[in-house]
């Protein structure tokens, strides 16, 4: 064989073994990536967050369903979905499956696109031209029968509206809103939707509690609703979707966002600046794939433990 066709085998190989590794093992390589965020009041008790993103559940996965069972076993305060939980029409069973040792757990969710519509078999080349379009073949999903399981478990719907509970004795106040990469998103709804809610919260008639934080839901992290719910006065932002790259280059990243957010943010957590405020971004990774491109490589599938302490945390040496 000459060189160039021993390079061209090597190369093949090469090629075929990231491929099974991508989507026999790494695919299903859960990891618990854990961040610490210090936006409570002094003295306050730490609260606990499980941060679930892009599940694309299907009915017959039960790998992933009991491995998101398990994770009931660090006791969050509060569950926060990023959307994109359903994979396929019968989706909801394995939903159901997997979040039922979360009831009774405080929780927030808002949608993504997968929440509404199923995959569709499409070319994976598609993504470098630019975020993913939605299409006419696209099988309607059972958003009525997830908003009902949600609300049964006792979480805040934040499509589009804001909310606001106490947990631990510390002040939450929750925004949201559906998903941006198919034009659900209602920017102009947040502020008065928030007037609303501030002034008509149980804590307005108790002066002297701590104070308000602000936590903020997007399913996708579009610039445009990062800078809006920055400018809503939100402290922390939750998002998902980006699959943290799905397939990343060790040493370069993501290859693609399916958005606009920086490559550098698209897994993981940082600070969104925008007109001199910042806000705490959480990107997760997600802990699915589309069944018709069931890879990843060099970005595992991940949920997120958040722990929120009092802005006087400090770590001893």
């Given at each position: ?10 190369a093949a190989a090469i090629g075929l073994g990231a491929l099974a590794w991508g ?295």
């Amino acid at each position: 064989m000459s060189r160039g066709g021993s390079a061209v085998a090597a190369a093949a190989a090469i090629g075929l073994g990231a491929l099974a590794w991508g989507a026999l093992v790494e695919r299903n390589a859960f990891t618990l990536r854990r961040e610490t965020l210090p936006v409570l009041a002094p003295g306050a008790r730490p609260l606990t967050i499980l941060h679930l993103a892009d599940l694309h559940m299907a009915p017959w996965q039960h790998a992933k369903q009991d491995w998101i069972r398990d994770l009931a076993i660090h006791e969050p305060d509060l569950v926060v979905n990023t959307g994109d939980n359903l994979g396929h029409r019968d989706g909801i069973d394995g939903i159901e499956r997997a979040l039922e040792p979360f009831r009774g757990v405080p929780g927030v969710y808002v949608h993504g696109s997968n929440d509404y519509v199923g995959p569709v078999l499409k070319s994976p080349f598609s993504y470098f031209k630019g975020p993913s379009l939605a299409s006419s073949k696209r099988e309607d999903l059972d958003t009525a029968g997830l908003e009902a399981y949600f609300d049964g478990l006792g979480w805040l719907n934040l499509n589009n509206t804001a909310r606001a509970m106490s947990i631990k004795g510390s002040r939450l106040e929750f925004m949201g809103v559906n998903d941006p990469h198919i034009g659900l998103d209602r920017l102009d709804k947040l502020p008065g939707a928030l007037d609303e809610l501030r002034e008509n919260v149980g804590w307005q008639d108790e002066p002297g509690g701590p104070d308000i934080v602000s936590i903020a839901l997007a399913h996708a992290p579009y610039r445009r609703v990062l800078n809006s719910l920055v400018t809503n006065g939100a402290d922390v932002i939750f998002a998902g979707h980006t699959h943290g790259g799905q397939v990343c280059v060790p040493g370069y990243g993501a290859l693609v966002t399916n958005c606009d957010i920086p490559r550098d943010q698209v897994r993981g957590l940082s600070l969104w600046h925008h007109a001199l405020r910042a806000a705490y971004l959480n990107v997760s990774a997600g802990l699915g794939t589309s069944i018709y491109a069931p890879v990843r490589f060099a970005s595992k599938p991940e949920a997120v433990l958040v722990t929120l302490t009092g802005d006087d945390f400090s770590y001893s040496g």
